[in-house]
């Protein structure tokens, strides 16, 4: 066997994925991924490091005729007690998960999508009924507003229930480290690599419809517009972050399972265990920003204003993520 199979072999055999082995030698997953493709050579201390971590000698690492040896080493694994055995993904776990995020995220993206632009037809009638445009009284015009609202709620909760419910048996994907095995890694790169063009135009693409979205709102305020205006820009604006959003999950939401499946960035062993302790307050965090946001707006019936609460929410939930955590990194 050569160097790149005797790491893949030795690392299996410890039940470590490949970003705990690049943990205990200090450099990034993607030499070890590099090492184990055969792509390039550790140098001479890593050898000897991996010596040590694995309980081989040096030599059977570096002559390629020397097969697996019984000797009296101590393993790391033994030595430390922190590393246990790590679930394995096959090749066909690998592709199914692929396969059901690419037919759900569209579907989940679609009910994200909804729940944006759920207040547009109250907003508009609004805007037609205050400006004499529509012959309806206030009453009948918030009615059919409200209908269009909870229709757009009740629809998207439809979605995320018996779409996003497909998903469960791969939660511990984004919540747990593993391992993949022989092949894995090399299939999802090659896909990412595929879809990599199409999530940069999606997200290149979302985030201009953001910006866009505001230009024409800003634009008719500062000029002193009519309500109806303004109103219906407010209407643009959130028809076009609606668009935006579905981008962001039915695209850029598929290219990140490849990211999730070789625990890379966001997905690394340590981002997750963040995650999972942040997990309760950021639940919290957007139910209660839900309740505010739909509390403000039916006691004011500024629907055309209180879109503002989101943005804000946006900026004011990275600034705690953030501080939550400084205070984990703290206490660990």
Known sequence: MI?????????????????????????S???????EGAQSIPDLSKILKMAEIFGVSTDYLLKDEMEPENNS??????????????????????????????EVLPKVGLGVFLC???????????GLQNAGIIGITENTAAAIGLMF????????????????????????????????????????????????????KALTTGVLLCILGCVPLVITSVLGASEFVIVSMVALLLLLVGCAVYMFVSICGVHSSYKILLQTEDYTYENKKKNNKLEPLTRIYWLAIVVIY?????????????WIIWAVSGVLFALIKVIGEALINTRD
């Open 294 to 306: 739909l509390a403000v707006s039916f006691l004011t019936e500024r629907w055309d204003m209180t």
């Open 116 to 126: 944006i632009t759920c207040p547009v037809v109250l907003i508009l009638l609004a």
């Open 149 to 200: 609202l909870f229709a757009q709620i009740g629809t998207a909760v439809w979605l995320f229930i018996s779409k996003g419910g497909k998903l469960g048996k791969y939660e511990y994907l984004e919540k747990e480290a593993f391992d993949t095995e022989y092949g894995v890694d090399g299939m999802v790169r090659e896909r990412m690599a595929s879809s990599e063009p199409y999530n940069t």
């Open 29 to 35: 997953r993607q030499s070890v991924s590099k090492w």
């Open 73 to 102: 080493v101590v393993p790391y694994y033994e030595q430390h007690d922190t590393i246990s055995s790590l679930r394995k993904v096959s090749m066909e776990e690998a592709s199914e998960y692929i396969a059901i995020r690419k």
């Open 3 to 27: 160097l790149a199979d005797k790491i893949i072999n030795e690392r299996k055999k410890n039940g470590w994925s490949q970003e705990e082995l690049a943990d205990m030698l200090d450099v």
